[in-house]
């Protein structure tokens, strides 16, 4: 059911926003100018909402589809600018809180005043789960923006020689890195058909037996395609670590140096390089 | 019914797969195979799979069954051109084809059979491109 | 998480013959997905494994091959169901090495490792539903 009180607070708007942008610049939960047209269009669209019959029990209805959206693009664009979860969170909070003060000053008694803010409550912290849902979405597509762009910088296949590449793997190896950089090294294999592909792991930082298992995977579709594939790179720690896991390393070709990997690559294909006198 | 051909070049066999594998159609190519290759006493079998796009648990055996009957009638089999998202698809399943030996390519691959024909089937030789014994 | 359904169709397993033309479906399915041709590989040999089971261990039965969506990304979802024995003990029949048939006894761990989510119900004496998810991503 409609509440009076609430829909009456229309003909305070000004009053609501002066409050509210108050409380936000004295909690730091906002960055000022920015968003105070947003903010001025947001009260704009909830107090319309509640004066057109919007209720807590119509919470899905089309009365509140435009404050939705506008609310989803803030907290949205608060996720992409940086702002933190709290922030956001009190970005409405703080307007709950601003409205609330005003129905306290409008109405004097307590029963129909409770009733008010009950039914305040239950939209606004409606919006809240709103907000909060739209702010994951928008770090989500930073995120998955971001693993995009660094999978796609990360795994540069080089043509070291004339049939052999190499892959140096930077940073740590999980599933669907390792997919990629399977992709990666058996296209550039078939594409350059090389028959060795060195696998340079001194720029992961640790390896486990997950990160082992990747590359045993690696190694066994690489040879499924008929070419042989050396890692290197190992340093002592890990070649420490490998066999404290009891990681089995023993079917692959392991070399400390991307120097002695492309040495014994020189000797798979009867190659000799030799200094010119 | 549907049978994969079989080409003879001298010592050799060579088997193309054109079309996409089904149970039968890879019965059927292990044993018309393993009987060419004691016809003719081919030396070597070479199978081009580079049009097949997908390889399961069941054409996987078959392919290593080949393998492990032609080395018992004395000819050495070597599979080319396997598809990386094939390869992935493989080692992800847990198949490794233990016992089937690869190459890139069909040129790769006869460089290979002659060197391991020459070597008494060395499987640890890996063949040059620029090799001109 | 919810997951809709946008395009869906049923094919009858009944012969070996009807499993290239299903492993064709699926294979459109996932280009419409706007799979990798990678991710593609795995959808089919996944059916291509599961359809052999449904043949040898079900004597037949049907799949659905399904457009679904996350609200996030799109998918293919695969369901196999069939009218056989049942498997009597799934924890046994999903290890790595367990089989029954004469195949490499790797079916099921290993179809499991090539989708994101997999399913399976059975019922002695009833049969068996198998339901495979392979996002476009996944």
Known sequence: MQNDILAGLKNYENKLNTIWTKNLLDKGSTDGATEEEE?????????????NGATS?????????KLYDLLAGISISRAKRGFSPRETAQYIILFKEAASSILSEIESDPAKLYT??????GIVDNLTIMTFESFMKGREDVIARQTDEISEISTPVIRVWDGVVALPIIGTLDSSRTQIVMENLLQQIVDTESSIAILDISGVPAVDSLVAQHLIKTVSATRLMGAECIISGIRPEIAQTVVHLGIDLTGIITKATLASALQTAFEMLQLTVVKRK | MERIPILKMGDFLLVTIQVDLYDQLAENLESDLINTINKHRSKGVLIDISAVSIIDSFMGRILGNIAVMAKILDAQTVVVGMQPAVAITLVELGLSLNGV???????????????????????????????GQ | MMITTANREEVAIIREQDVVPLRNRVKDYGVKAGMSILNQTKLITATSELVRNLLKYGGGGKVIVEEVSNGR?????????????????????????????????????GTKRLVNEFDIKTEMGVGTTVTIIKWKNG
């Open chain 1, 39 to 51: 903010s001025k269009e947001f009260t704009s669209l909830f107090l319309d909402a509640l004066k």
């Open chain 1, 116 to 121: 008010a803010n009950l039914e305040l409550n």
């Open chain 1, 57 to 65: 029990e119509n919470l899905n209805s089309s009365k509140f589809e």
């Open chain 2, 101 to 131: 030996i690869s190459a890139l390519n069909v040129e790769k691959g006869m460089d290979l059979l002659r060197a391991k024909m020459y070597n008494g089937g060395n499987e640890d030789q890996i063949d040059d491109d620029n090799d």
């Open chain 3, 73 to 109: 990304e799109k998918g293919v979802r695969v369901t196999f169901t069939d009218n056989g024995p049942g498997i009597a003990d799934i924890d046994l029949a999903m290890k790595d090495g367990y089989s029954t048939g004469k195949s490499l006894g790797l079916g099921l761990p």
